[in-house]
């Protein structure tokens, strides 16, 4: 447990050599995240310094009922807390979803800290924001109202992306967030959107981009929208699920340029 920024947040530091930050999805964490085996962090942290940690409010970390805490922007300011209190002045910053909004606002925050960004599965943002900052708000008037089990249902019952259609029980997991602090990382995450474009075109670290197809939370549209803003990028669009295979390839091939 590191004390930052007035809570305890639960990290996995583990490897030598550069650092890499990763950061999990909304009401998800470093556990869940590896579970879903997207990469092989044991291979990667065989010669990196590898750090992830349960955001503010999520997994083994602690949290607090203030929406405004677990905004993007905010849950950056973590990012960096967490750097300076583990020694590391620059790093590459990276996550999923969430994650990854909070790697490019640190990005933006601090431009001389991030050697480089590895934004996976970049969530909606921009033009199609407002939908889903909806849905959120919707999602924690309904676990105020009638529960977590209600509000699973309801989740539960969206389609999953058809890449990960044979495993949906796996994509469909519950909230690494406890019922009372929930309504408040939902309503943060309806408040965040990406940081400005102008402030986005800013960041000259280089950037991998990872995409899938058919998910309207993660839609491509906002990979390719960072390509068109961002200098230095590389994505790649999964369309199959065997193209999730060649990911941790992808990141070390990555991080050694």
């Known amino acids: 447990m590191v004390k930052v920024r007035g809570v305890d947040l639960a990290i996995s530091d583990t490897g030598d050599g550069p650092a890499v930050f990763y950061g999990h999805g909304l009401s998800s964490s470093r556990a869940q995240d590896a579970a879903s085996a997207m990469f092989d962090w044991t291979r990667v942290s065989s010669h990196r310094r590898v750090v992830r ?3 503010r409010g999520h997994g083994e970390s602690d949290g607090t009922d203030e929406a405004d805490t677990y905004r993007w922007d905010n849950l950056a300011e973590d990012l960096l807390a967490l750097a300076d209190a583990l020694g590391v002045e620059r790093f590459t910053a990276g996550g999923v979803s969430m ?3 909070t790697a490019l606002h640190a ?3 601090a431009p001389d800290r ?3 960004l590895v934004l996976v599965l ?3 943002a921009y033009e199609t924001r407002a939908g889903q900052g909806d849905l959120y708000r919707a999602g924690a008037d309904l676990v105020e ?3 977590m089990a209600a509000y699973l249902e309801q989740v539960h019952a969206q389609p999953v992306p058809e890449i990960l259609s044979e495993f949906a029980g796996l994509y469909r997991q519950v909230p690494a967030v406890s019922e009372p602090l929930l309504p408040a990382v939902l309503r943060g995450a309806a408040a965040s959107d990406l940081p400005d474009p102008d402030a986005v075109r800013g ?3 280089p950037t991998l981009l990872l995409a899938w197809e058919t998910d309207p939370g993660h839609p491509v549209s906002t990979a390719e929208r960072l390509v068109e803003l961002l200098p230095d990028t590389e994505l790649h669009v999964a369309r199959k699920l065997r193209d999730l ?3 941790t390839n992808r990141l070390e091939a990555f991080l050694d340029r």
């Open 107 to 109: 990005a933006v925050a």
């Open 145 to 147: 109202t009638q529960g």
């Open 99 to 101: 994650g990854a909004a």
């Open 122 to 124: 970049a969530p909606t």
């Open 114 to 116: 991030i050697a480089a």
């Open 203 to 205: 960041v000259s670290a």
């Open 245 to 247: 295979a060649s990911w």
């Open 53 to 55: 940690w349960d955001a």
